[in-house]
C-alpha cells in the first residue's frame, strides 16, 4: 500500500501537493486476509527468480537457486512482514542503505508446499503468470531430479 511521497520526492516537486494533500487513515493493521489480493499484490510487486550457481556439492558443480522475492518501501515493513507470518516460512530483511524492505522464500520445501499450492489455488493473472509457469517448470525439473544434468541445466 503507497502511504505518501517520500521526502526526497516532496523536496525535488514542492508544488506537486498544493491543495492535492489526501489526508489518509494510518492502517496499523496489515495482516493479509483476501488471498485473492495477495496474488493480486505478488502479480504487481513480486518476482520468480531462478539463476545458477557454482556448488561443490554435485559433479556439474553448477546448481539451480530458485526464489520467490517481494520488495517494498520500508513504510510497509509490516505488510512486508505479514506476508511471511501468512505462509509460515521465508525471510524479511533490509536491503542496506536504502529504505527498502525484502520477504523471501527460497526453500525449495517452502515453495513447494507452500507457496505454489497457494498460488496454483488463487492464480496470478496477467503477464507475471507467464514468469510463474516458467517458474513452476523449473521446480518440476528439479522434483524429478533432471537438474543434476547437463540437460537438466540447460
Do not use: W
Not at 485473492?36 to 504487481?44: C, M, T
Not at 509490516?78 to 529504505?99: D, E, M, P, Q, Y
Not at 510463474?132 to 528439479?142: E, G, K, L, P, Q
Amino acid at each position: 500500500m503507497n502511504l505518501s511521497l517520500s521526502d526526497e520526492l516532496k523536496a525535488a516537486f514542492p508544488n506537486t501537493s498544493n491543495g492535492f494533500q489526501i489526508k489518509r487513515p494510518l492502517v496499523l493493521d496489515k495482516t493479509v486476509t483476501d488471498p485473492y489480493g495477495l496474488s493480486g499484490f505478488i502479480s504487481g510487486e513480486g518476482c520468480f527468480y531462478v539463476g545458477l550457481a557454482k556448488s561443490a556439492t554435485n559433479k556439474l558443480q553448477e546448481g539451480v537457486q530458485l526464489e520467490m522475492q517481494i520488495t517494498q518501501h520500508s513504510r510497509d515493513e509490516l505488510l512486508i512482514r505479514s506476508l511471511r507470518n501468512f505462509f509460515g516460512c521465508g525471510t524479511v530483511s533490509a536491503k542496506r542503505g536504502t529504505n527498502v524492505y525484502r520477504y523471501r522464500v527460497s526453500k525449495f520445501l517452502d515453495l513447494t508446499d507452500k507457496v505454489i499450492p497457494f498460488l496454483n489455488k488463487y492464480p496470478i493473472l496477467g503477464v507475471k503468470s507467464r514468469d510463474y509457469d516458467d517458474f513452476c517448470h523449473v521446480v518440476s525439473i528439479m522434483k524429478l531430479k533432471q537438474h543434476l544434468t547437463r540437460e537438466g541445466l540447460e
